[in-house]
């Protein structure tokens, strides 16, 4: 059964360091997104991408944060100056379709720990 | 501000027994429903989805909405302690919108 995968399972890295987390997401999904889940708190969504582009931001993804489809294949999304605050699982899902119910299926997570 | 509001629990039911998961939402505008259960330090994995007022049923698994009441609800039944997770309820906003707005989850805990 086809599954979004995301490297690194695991990122440490210390404070003001770039990072790029990277998604595959399933083959013949169009639409892109990005979550995370601080420990112990909600699912929070941070982007979403279509056609190249963005669809809809929340107030959390600001200037720090951009995404990428750098090829036919990978999603990536950059945090160019970490904080402390930014360490959570990032969840990057797909979805098939714009119209209808719009399931959204997640990859497995990265963790990302900013000392 | 867009709410989706969920029990913590943890709900304990006993093996075989029915476990009843609620949400209610803020959002009047909100299109489709969804349930997700997330293990301890994993991903959420979809369970069902619902867009339309009623029942719907998917194996052990029963989603229901009453769109007037705004609340939703994920019955399981003849629970196993492998259904002991956390259930996430989603939500997608005003039509277009691709953003899910999740609950903070019901931790459920099956008892053997």
Redesign the interface.
Same mark, same amino acid.
């Given at each position: 059964e086809p599954e979004v995968t995301q490297t690194p399972s695991h990122q440490v890295t210390q404070m003001g360091q770039e990072v790029i987390l990277r998604c595959v997401p399933i083959s013949n999904h169009l639409?892109f997104?990005w979550?995370r889940q601080i420990l112990g708190?909600?699912?929070?969504?941070l982007v979403?991408f279509y056609n190249n582009e963005i669809?809809?931001k929340?107030e959390i993804f600001d200037d720090q944060f951009s995404v990428e489809r750098p090829d036919g294949s990978n999603f990536t999304l950059k945090i160019r100056s970490t904080k402390l605050e930014d360490s959570a699982?990032y969840?990057c899902a797909s979805?098939e379709g714009?119209a209808g119910?719009?399931?959204?299926?997640?990859?497995?997570?990265t963790r990302l720990t900013v000392l | 501000q867009k709410e989706v509001e969920q029990n913590s629990g943890p709900l304990s039911v006993p093996e075989g027994a029915i476990a009843s998961l609620n949400c209610t939402y803020s959002d009047r505008g909100s299109?489709?429903f969804?349930w997700?259960r997330q293990y301890s330090g994993?991903?959420?994995?979809?369970i069902m989805?619902i867009?339309s007022n009623g029942d719907k049923e998917d194996g052990r698994f029963t989603a229901q909405l009453n769109k007037a009441s705004q609340y939703v609800s994920l019955l399981i039944r003849d629970s196993q302690p492998s259904d002991s997770a956390t259930y996430?309820c989603?939500v997608?906003g005003d039509t277009g &919108? &691709?953003?899910?707005?999740? *609950?903070? *989850?019901t931790r459920l805990q099956v008892q053997p």
């Open positions: 639409y997104y979550y708190q909600k699912v929070e969504f979403s669809s809809e929340s699982m969840f979805s714009w119910p719009g399931e959204q299926f997640f990859g497995p997570g | 299109q489709s969804f997700y994993k991903s959420p994995e979809l989805f867009y996430l989603a997608f &919108r &691709r953003a899910l707005t999740f *609950g903070s *989850g």
